[in-house]
């Protein structure tokens, strides 16, 4: 094989292509919206309590939205659609804001959330077999609140029928401590906002300070 051939092809395969995360399928891949709405005249974020009815973080506070099925033609689309689909609100009163960065999980689920503004008034008319309630949180208590912070470990071990022959002699063969990512917790009234809930309401509160500071008299 040619050297310079091949540098020459590869190059004009990759030149410009955007990279992207090849093993993606390994992930649940889910899109939300951060809702921003207006609550007696002042900016407020809203969130859901899922429905005791879902296998999958029964009880717990989370944004509109869900996994990307192989139907939507971008994460926006599923965001969007999942978003009407639980809250019962109209996507023409659904302005998005932009996209926002997005969230790779250490318990393997990479999340794109995207800022919105809903022109919907509360009380809104939410899927009962999705979401149990929706609540709004003035935006002025959530640029105040620190959050309170824990810590979680995540381990590997191998299953049954692993090849451990072609390893070295001492690899473990139990638990394998392998990260250690931080958990937040914010709370407002009886709820409780944390895990990557928190870490995308956080990543919104901090453009809110960092990048609009003055702007609007955050």
Wanted: hydrophobic letters at 40%; one cysteine or more.
């Amino acid at each position: 094989m040619d050297t310079h051939k091949l540098r020459t092809a590869l190059a004009g395969v990759l030149c410009g292509q955007s990279g992207k995360i090849t093993n993606a399928e390994d992930f649940l891949q889910s899109a939300v919206t951060v809702p921003l709405i207006d609550m007696d005249g002042k900016p407020a974020i809203l969130f859901e309590v899922r429905s005791s009815k879902l296998q999958w973080q029964p009880g717990e506070i989370c944004f509109p939205g869900g996994r990307i099925e192989s139907y939507d033609s971008s994460p926006l689309q599923a965001a969007l659609r999942e978003t009407v689909e639980e809250l019962g609100v109209s996507q023409e009163n659904i302005e998005v804001l932009g996209e926002m960065d997005y969230l790779v999980s250490p318990i393997g689920v990479i999340m794109y959330p995207y800022a919105v503004h809903i022109s919907e008034q509360l009380p809104f008319t939410p899927n009962e077999d999705e979401v149990a309630d929706v609540f709004a949180v003035p935006l002025d208590f959530l640029l105040t609140t620190k959050p309170e912070i824990a810590s979680m470990e995540v381990a590997t071990k191998p299953l049954e029928g692993f090849p451990y022959e072609l390893l070295p002699a001492d690899y473990p063969q139990g638990y394998r401590r392998r990260a250690e990512y931080q958990v937040l917790f914010y709370q407002y009234n009886q709820y409780v906002i944390w895990g990557l809930t928190a870490r995308v309401l956080t990543s919104f509160l901090d453009i809110c300070r960092n990048r609009l500071a003055g702007g609007f008299g955050v």
